[in-house]
């Protein structure tokens, strides 16, 4: 399985602001995938990232709030933008490892937003 | 709508009790089905996988799940619970293949009381 870092692992941002998370894989993977998990939720898919063409959005989900970058096979950024509490979650970066497409997940970056 | 339910949100069992988790799925063809385990503070892991063959898979730490295609079903199971099982558990299925993303069931919190 791939190993996966992300930064930071936890912030506290005012209202307003943006902040880019980091996701690093230790791997080539093609496909990459950014995930929100707010208290007591389950995980959303927020877009597939994968590297050479642009991100793909999942529905409620918009490139301008959520902007990503994939500049390489081992690498993408999350920036979450213009942010409101309602923003606070965990944001979790996942690869896709395996035959049986399986993923696999950072340890996710806390987020909250004042 | 492709979706994964989980029927249980909690559940609270003493050590050595059997525990079964419900998972089902609505249909969509060929899925690849998977549990994975988030213990507190740590990152979600994969616990185990189905993609084909035998319906019966066997996971880390004693866990297993069966794929019953009729009841579009896979649930979790292990014979004796200890205290460092508390978790969380996800469900989740890839409907598309290659070209597919993972659906999240809710989750189910597991609390073993020792």
């Known amino acids: 399985s791939a190993v996966i870092s992300q930064k930071p692992s936890r912030d506290i941002c005012q209202r307003g602001t943006s902040l880019t998370i980091q996701c690093q894989v230790d791997s080539q993977v093609t496909m990459m995938f950014w995930y929100r998990q707010q208290p007591g939720q389950s995980l959303t898919l927020i877009a597939t990232?994968?590297?050479?063409?642009?991100?793909?959005?999942e529905s409620g989900f918009v490139i301008d709030k959520f902007p990503i970058s994939r500049p390489n096979l081992t690498f993408s950024t999350l920036t979450v933008s213009n942010m409101s509490p309602e923003d606070s979650s965990i944001y979790l970066c996942?690869?896709?490892?395996?035959?049986?497409?399986?993923?696999?997940f950072g340890p996710g970056t806390r987020l909250t937003v004042t | 709508a492709q979706s994964v339910s989980q029927h249980n949100h909690h559940v609270i069992l003493s050590e050595a009790a059997s525990l079964e988790l419900g998972c089902n799925y609505s249909?969509?063809?060929?899925?690849?089905l998977f549990w994975y385990v988030q213990y507190p503070g740590q990152h979600l892991q994969l616990l185990l996988k189905?993609?084909?063959?035998?319906?019966l898979v066997k996971g880390i730490k004693g866990f297993e799940a069966e794929f019953i295609k009729s009841k579009f079903s896979f649930n979790l199971r292990k014979p004796s619970v200890q205290w460092s099982d508390t978790a969380e558990y996800f469900c989740a299925v890839n409907y598309g293949g290659s070209q597919g993303n993972l659906i999240f069931g809710k989750g189910t919190k597991l609390s073993v009381k020792p």
């Open positions: 996942s690869v896709r490892w395996g035959q049986a497409y399986e993923q696999y």
């Open positions: 990232a994968n590297q050479g063409s642009e991100a793909t959005y």
């Open positions: 249909y969509g063809g060929t899925v690849n």
């Open positions: 189905y993609f084909s063959g035998d319906p």
